[in-house]
């Protein structure tokens, strides 16, 4: 079952959506006190330009006269960017100096206080300081208004540089923090990575308990699956042993038979009884081969299980495997057909030892039952890889059917006596010690079935 979902992905798009809000959050409030900061700057430097230029109001003849100081305007003139307007306008609202149109919705001074207000000038946006200074020596005395202003992009500016000088570190520690969240979900996940790889690559028939420690969370999950395993194991050794001992049992029966029908074949004109006998002779020796290859899948299955493990010559092996074909008498033209091409030194291997001879016996006898004729058998060990390759000149496999010969009770030719387990318990073992094992055409034609074997057993 395979599924989209996971835990890790979801608590890593948590905190980072986490972070993401915090961060916006924060960007926020460092753009607003940055803001809020420039302001104060600008406007506490407007104002004294302001305040400055209200100080030097007098009378002059009987008018009122302003004497622009220079100081006022070289504050001001400290950012290049900004270009500075001004209006001085008497009691009674006429203008003594500066621009006519400036600030008009802003209401004449009344006090001493300090105005700051936002406005537009000829379509901009400007920022206006206003302070007023009450004159006596004026017709009926009044309060001068001043009022200063000026553009807003040093303004602006300031406070995009107070952003991004405030913000920078912030998102650093916000990616830091991430990054730190990616390692714990990854450290604390990596118990669980580690159950997984221990049983992804087990064999089929390995049921032993998840080793620990597991995480706490987990650890009443790692221990029900331990004791569906347990379970499981107890049921399969109990198939196993219940194959085992039918086969065994019935293989003495089956030989009588087999041994009868050839007796009586001989004992029996021809006719449609001798056909009959010929047909109990095929039954039995197909019933025969089925009993053997499950008693050789029963051993074959424990002695994976066992993991006792020897070092062998595979070269013995082959030996000690045509040996056993030879003694049982099944195939008399074995001697004949059967050449081997065997290197001078040894070629050792780290295997279980009824499980490694099973797997020879069953790629070789599958050769001599489906592929009478010339069969040729290769050993060959280098770079830590043995390499066995049993080749015939018989009909071969179709490409199509090349996969499903290994599932068990297949068969390409159901003329053949045979169980169709052979290539079956050869997978399994060759799988089980780490290796692989294919299916080619040999040049010329023919099948070649090529093992590859790590020269040390795979650890379980």
């Known amino acids: 079952m395979r599924s989209d979902y996971s835990i890790e992905r979801r608590i890593l798009f948590s905190g980072a959506a986490l972070l993401i809000i915090i961060g916006l959050f924060l960007f926020w409030m460092v753009r607003w006190n940055a803001h809020n900061a420039a302001e104060e700057a600008f406007d506490r430097v407007l104002g004294a330009a302001a305040l400055s230029i209200a100080d030097t109001v007098s009378i002059e003849d009987g008018a009122l006269s302003v004497d622009l100081p220079h100081s006022a305007f070289a504050i001001l003139g400290t950012s290049r960017l900004n270009r500075i307007f001004y209006r001085v306008a008497a009691p009674d609202g ?143 050794v109990g198939l196993k042993s219940v194959t085992a001992d039918a086969a065994h049992q019935l293989r003495t029966p089956l030989t009588a038979l087999r041994a009868l029908s050839e007796l009586s074949i001989d004992e029996v004109p021809e006719g449609r009884l001798r056909d009959i006998l010929r047909r109990i002779h095929a039954n039995s020796v197909n019933a025969s081969v089925l009993a053997n290859q499950l008693l050789s899948d029963a051993s074959t299955l424990h002695g994976l299980e066992s993991r006792m493990r020897e070092t ?39 295997a279980e030892a009824v499980s490694l001879r099973e797997m020879m016996r069953n790629i070789i006898e599958n050769a001599l039952v489906h592929a009478p004729g010339e069969i040729d058998v290769a050993v060959s060990g280098e770079d830590g890889i043995v390499r066995i390759v049993v080749a015939d000149r018989g009909p071969g496999i179709p490409l199509a059917m090349r996969e499903r010969v290994f599932a068990r009770f297949s068969r390409v030719d159901d003329s053949k006596p045979g169980s169709g387990l052979g290539l079956a318990i050869a997978r399994t073992v060759a799988e089980a010690m780490g290796g692989s094992i294919s299916l080619d055409d040999r040049q010329g034609g023919g099948l070649s079935v090529a093992i590859c074997l790590p020269r040390g057993m795979a650890n379980p």
């Not at 000026?150 to 913000?167: K, M, S």
């Not at 990054?179 to 450290?187: D, E, H, K, N, S």
């Not at 040996?323 to 030194?345: F, K, N």
């Open 94 to 236: 006429t203008i003594i100096t500066g621009s006519p149109i400036l600030g008009l919705e802003i209401p004449h001074g009344t006090g001493p206080q300090l105005r700051l207000a936002d406005s537009s000038y000829r379509g901009e946006r400007i920022r206006i300081a206003a302070v007023a200074r009450y004159n006596t020596d004026a017709s009926g005395g009044g309060w001068v208004d001043v009022l200063v202003g000026e553009t807003r992009e040093a303004r602006d500016q300031l406070g995009l540089h107070l952003t991004f000088n405030a913000a920078l570190p912030a998102i650093a520690v916000s990616v830091l923090a991430f990054l730190l969240i990616w390692l714990a979900v990854r450290q604390a996940f990596a118990p669980l990575r580690t159950v997984e790889a221990d049983l992804r690559y087990r064999a089929s028939s390995d049921l032993r308990p998840v080793p620990g420690p597991v995480p706490r969370e987990v650890n009443a999950l790692i221990s029900a699956l331990n004791d569906f395993m347990a379970r499981l194991d107890s049921v399969l």
């Open 312 to 350: 062998f010559d595979m070269r013995q092996v082959v030996r000690d495997t045509i040996r056993r074909l030879q003694a049982e008498g099944s195939y008399p033209t074995l001697d004949d057909s059967l050449h081997l091409d065997l290197p001078d030194g040894p070629v050792e291997i780290e």
